[in-house]
């Protein structure tokens, strides 16, 4: 029987199955023809004078950064150049963490994000082929924050924002953040999440010296799981999030998460699910296992290449680069890992 316009079902179905298999073809092809870029989506930069004044506003680990040969002296930049480049790493990221200027005084909080990011597009104006950054927000003071992140958005040209897994003493998914992430879904833009070395405010990590062996990861653990318990990535689907470390423990806890919560919090997604609507970067101190984990759990689509520089300099900058590609992971993975998906999420491919 025919089936409008003088075409008989078959003859349609045939076309529609033909421009499927062509519109395949084109996406196959495009994604062939796109050019990969190695980005370095964590790493970081500091001054003196930007830990001075962090400091004087009370943040007492400011050692933690200092002499880690991460500032903006013609040396410190000559090293970290010549690292990118032998591992063939076009750009970083500048991320201001875990320094962000998440002060509970307004003014102090204000002042220093603006620091932060005056002292950002300093850097990537200097070097703008080897840099871009995330945007310091002043949270948890959301109206100053939202200013805050026009400026560096639309008039410094910033490439997402970042904050803390812990806004002080407010979680990433407290209510009162809604505005921000509105914002930041509504300019479908990335918002990069990093630890902020308050061993979970345990009294079982800080006296042990733990903020940032497990200190770290476990913040990365419990800050996704926040994310996921109130819904962020569902609610705001046009916002990129991307996690540190592989995502703390997510990925060795992953079946773990889907059964318990459907008893001890149940939640309209399963937390896996929720989870692969994230990104997570690479960064896992080249240990093959934990990569290999983290892809198995989220994806290759979902992994970015990041070193946590300087944290990750010197050799273990080339270990961090490199344990990509011999940790044997299945054929094309490795080189979405360290070639294509940061450049997709920050939409610079
Ligand atoms: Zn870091």
């Known amino acids: 029987m025919g089936c409008g316009y003088g075409f008989t079902r078959r003859e349609v179905l045939r076309a529609a199955s033909l421009a499927a298999a ?21 790493a970081h930069l500091w001054t003196t004078d930007y830990l001075d004044l962090c400091q004087s506003y009370g943040n007492v680990d400011t050692g933690t950064q200092r002499n880690k040969g991460a500032g903006m002296g013609q040396e410190e930049i000559d090293k970290r150049f010549a690292l990118m480049e032998a591992n063939g790493v076009e750009m970083q990221i500048l991320d201001i963490c875990p320094q962000a200027p998440h002060f509970e005084n307004k003014e102090h909080a204000v002042k220093a994000a603006r620091m932060a990011n005056d002292l950002y597009a300093e850097a990537v104006s200097r070097w703008p082929k080897k ?53 930041l879904n509504r300019r479908a833009t990335v918002l990069y999440i990093h630890p902020s070395g308050n061993g979970l405010d345990s009294p079982f990590v800080i006296p042990f010296n733990l903020r940032w062996a497990i200190g770290a990861p476990m913040e990365d653990t419990v800050s996704i799981m926040h994310l996921i318990e109130a819904g962020i990535p569902q609610k705001y689907p046009k916002l990129k999030i991307v996690n540190s470390h592989l995502g703390g423990m997510i ?10 919560s459907k008893w001890e919090h149940p939640l309209p997604e399963l937390p896996t699910i929720t989870a692969k609507r994230m990104w997570y970067c690479s ?42 590609s011999e940790s044997g992971l299945k054929p094309g993975d490795a080189e979405k890992i360290l070639d294509r998906n940061a450049a997709y999420v920050l939409g610079l491919a």
């Open 251 to 260: 990925p060795m806890a992953f079946q773990r998460l889907d059964n318990i």
């Open 22 to 42: 062509g519109m395949l073809a084109g996406v196959r092809l495009g994604a062939q023809a796109k050019k990969g870029m190695r980005i370095d989506i964590h």
């Open 283 to 324: 960064v896992g101190h080249a240990h093959p296992p934990a990569l290999r984990a983290a892809v198995d759990s989220m994806g290759a689509d979902r992994i970015c290449l990041g070193s946590d520089y300087p944290y990750e300099g010197g050799e273990l900058y080339n270990h961090a680069v490199q344990y990509i």
């Open 131 to 183: 840099f871009k950054a995330f945007a310091a927000v002043p949270l948890p003071h959301v109206d100053e924050a939202l200013k805050e992140l026009e400026r560096a958005l639309d008039q410094l040209k910033f490439v997402g924002a970042t904050i803390e897994t812990f806004i002080g003493a407010h979680s990433v998914a407290d209510p009162a953040f809604a505005p921000f992430y509105q914002e």
